[in-house]
């Protein structure tokens, strides 16, 4: 592995400089510190959760979470293979805007059918940070704080209206 874990190094690796495999041991270190400073933190409910992970307990409802070279990026995907129940769940988030816009720290950028990383179509909300980057241990605090920030944020609003969008899916 390069260099990459030293805190002396001076100059920004690039994605580019790394084989596949380190690139994946540098994703799953970031992670994996993230998973873990998260561990103790329990849910709006009380119950623990996996933050890196978090289950929505509706299908195809994802809370995602993503450093790249340049930003870290939190996102709800509505996923639905049906564009009607899509448009459905869609409405119904966006009949709690004043709730998520009071809830979360950044602002919420809405997204209609946007492309996400897998190839597939998804109304996406997201909010995101510039001047982070995976390949720069320096900036993952940064990123580690948006993204508690950001789940957390999440879990209060989700504790709050979750049972609408479990009726939704009967």
Known sequence: ????????????????????????????????????????????????VRWTNYRT??????????LTTDTAIFSIDLQQTDMGIRDLYW??????????????????????????????????ITAQIEGVNLYDKNTWPTAFAFFKENLIAFDSFWSMVSDVFKDLEK
């Open 57 to 66: 307990g509706i299908s195809k409802l994802f809370v995602r979470v993503k």
């Open 91 to 124: 409405e119904q988030c966006q009949s709690f805007i004043r709730i998520m816009e009071s809830t979360f720290p950044q602002p919420l950028t809405w997204q209609k059918n946007a492309e996400v990383e897998t190839g597939i179509y998804a109304h996406r």
């Open 1 to 48: 592995m390069k260099n990459f874990y030293s805190n002396t190094c001076n100059e920004l690796a690039l994605p580019g400089m790394y084989t596949k495999e380190e690139k994946r041991e540098i994703q799953s270190a970031f992670y994996t510190t993230f998973g873990r400073m998260m561990r103790p933190i329990p849910s709006e409910s009380g119950r623990k």
